[in-house]
Nanobody, 115 residues
């Protein structure tokens, strides 16, 4: 499985962006699809995840502002980011975890939020 993340960019505080992660190859609704982010000088951190069609989880820092969703018909996971803050600035990565435990990472997309 290869993951291609896109949709990042520069946005003012309070604005919105939608990230996409397109998966090539065979995927399953039981794959845990997640978004992580890494800010300069910091460790990569969990943002949100989804499994099956409706199970979602979020980091406390983004809860209520970000929404993760997936379209299994086109093997794509989205991250809708609203009310963006400068502290959301980071490279965002998508991750797929198979039930077997095998993990795949995308290449990352830069999100910059100006104050």
């Amino acid at each position: 499985v290869q993951l291609q993340a896109s949709g990042g960019g520069l946005v003012q505080a309070g604005g919105s962006l939608r990230l996409s992660c397109a998966a090539s190859g065979t995927t399953s609704r039981t794959d845990v699809m997640a978004w992580y982010r890494q800010a300069p000088g910091k460790s990569r951190e969990y943002v949100a995840s989804t499994v099956n069609y409706s199970d979602t989880n979020y980091a406390d820092t983004v809860k209520g502002r970000f929404t993760i969703s997936r379209d299994n018909n086109i093997n794509t996971v989205y991250l809708q980011m609203n009310s963006l803050k400068p502290e959301d600035t980071a490279v965002y990565y998508c991750k797929a975890t198979r039930r077997s435990g095998v993990v795949y990472w995308g290449q990352g997309t830069q999100v910059t939020v100006s104050s």
